[in-house]
């Protein structure tokens, strides 16, 4: 079964810097694009960051400039790294493939930034 599990949030001052994590397993991890969303307090879940099996990606105009998704097949990972992060940011972040037509996720790890 596909399994993802995120790690690496925390509680960050503004303009400081995280990276999360995403290991994937039960899936040919070299063949998906994987996802980046986050859901904050009362908000809808909100897709981040999206990285093709060839490496291009996309961002949500919010991230733009601070926030870079990159994958490593060899590993199975994919990871965000995030920079002058904003309060803003503060959200529970969630990585997701498509497979078949179904979403798989994470369970989620929460990034606070707060002074």
């Known amino acids: 079964q596909v399994q993802l599990v995120e790690s690496g949030g925390g509680l960050v001052q503004p303009g400081g810097s995280l990276r999360l994590s995403c290991a994937a397993s039960?899936?040919?991890?070299?063949?998906?694009?994987m996802n980046w969303y986050r859901q904050a307090p009362g908000k809808q879940r909100e897709l981040v960051a999206t990285?093709?099996?060839?490496?291009?990606?996309s961002y949500a105009d919010s991230v733009k400039g601070r926030f870079t998704v990159s994958r490593d097949n060899a590993k199975n990972t994919v990871y965000l790294q995030m920079n002058s992060l904003k309060p803003e940011d503060t959200a529970v972040y969630y990585c997701?493939?498509?497979?078949?037509?179904?979403?798989?996720w994470g369970q989620g790890t929460q990034v606070t930034v707060s002074s």
């Open positions: 997701n493939v498509v497979k078949g037509g179904a979403n798989y």
């Open positions: 039960g899936i040919i991890f070299n063949i998906y694009p």
């Open positions: 990285i093709t099996r060839g490496g291009t990606t």
